[in-house]
């Protein structure tokens, strides 16, 4: 799959695309695998708060396929180039409302998070919803951005923010920059879903150092190493080109994650 001229300008202007039914002949098994892994991982999803699995797709062989799935992988390198970098991504059981945020804000490179959502979700019941430009480091003063004080800055709710809500269906994918201001509200305890993110292949030391600085960001989570033994292993040497960059500069890492052993009484929830 190659996206076309349109989906990119598109992509590029407001930050995110939408791909209904993109892997809805896959979600059975997508599914299936999403359970095993938490069944397997010993937490139990209580709904008091959210759970999270890092990486996640990493857990299960037939689930790290997806880097390799036509569909998946012509996405990700349209956006990205085809020798994108593959950056892990989490699994969760979410709870409640998520509120408007990023995922950092990146000047340098591009980082891209690839999102399915395991249940159909409407904007009363937790679809995920972007403020449409908020990504774009030439904006980077505009308000929108702090939509998380909307109460102070507009005399409105969160929920009021001017936005797009993305209602998915199981088998939607949702790609989105990680710039990009995204919330959910009104989900339910045990909101399934699960990412991959993805940023371009590095080719200046600032994007090295931006790429380590992501990558020291792992920490938290407690990862000595980005993927899982089971992803490198299973790798055709097409997927490995998407693992070999993150892993030639990851050795800062587990010093850092032994620091953060220390210092926090679990991992990180995201
Ligand atoms: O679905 C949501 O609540 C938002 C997901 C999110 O915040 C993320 O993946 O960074």
Known sequence: MKLSQQQLQFFETFGY?????????????????????????????DGTQRSCIVPFIDQQERL????????????ISSILGEDF??????????TGDTRWHSDGFHTIGKYLKVA???????????????????????????QARQAREASELWGISQLEVPHAALETQPGDVV???????????????ARRMFTINCCARCETPVEIEELEN?????????????HSEIMRSTASPSRMRHLEQVMAHEGHLPALSAK???????????
Request: with cysteine.
């Open 64 to 75: 790290c396929t997806l880097l390799d799935h036509p569909s998946i992988d012509g996405l």
């Open 116 to 142: 399915f959502y395991l249940d159909p979700l409407t904007a009363n019941t937790g679809c995920l919803r972007v403020i449409p430009g908020s990504h774009r480091p030439d904006l980077e003063g505009w």
């Open 17 to 45: 695309l939408h791909f209904p039914g993109l892997m809805k002949e896959e979600v059975g098994w997508i599914i299936e695998d999403f359970e095993t892994i938490f069944a397997n991982s010993g937490q139990v999803h």
């Open 260 to 270: 953060a052993r220390q210092e926090m009484a679990e991992p990180a929830r995201g």
């Open 85 to 94: 970098n593959y950056l892990g991504g989490d699994g969760n059981y979410y």
């Open 175 to 189: 790609a989105f920059n990680h710039n990009l201001m995204h919330s959910s509200f009104g989900g339910d305890t």
């Open 214 to 226: 992501f990558v020291a960001g792992g920490a938290r989570f407690w990862k000595d190493q980005m």
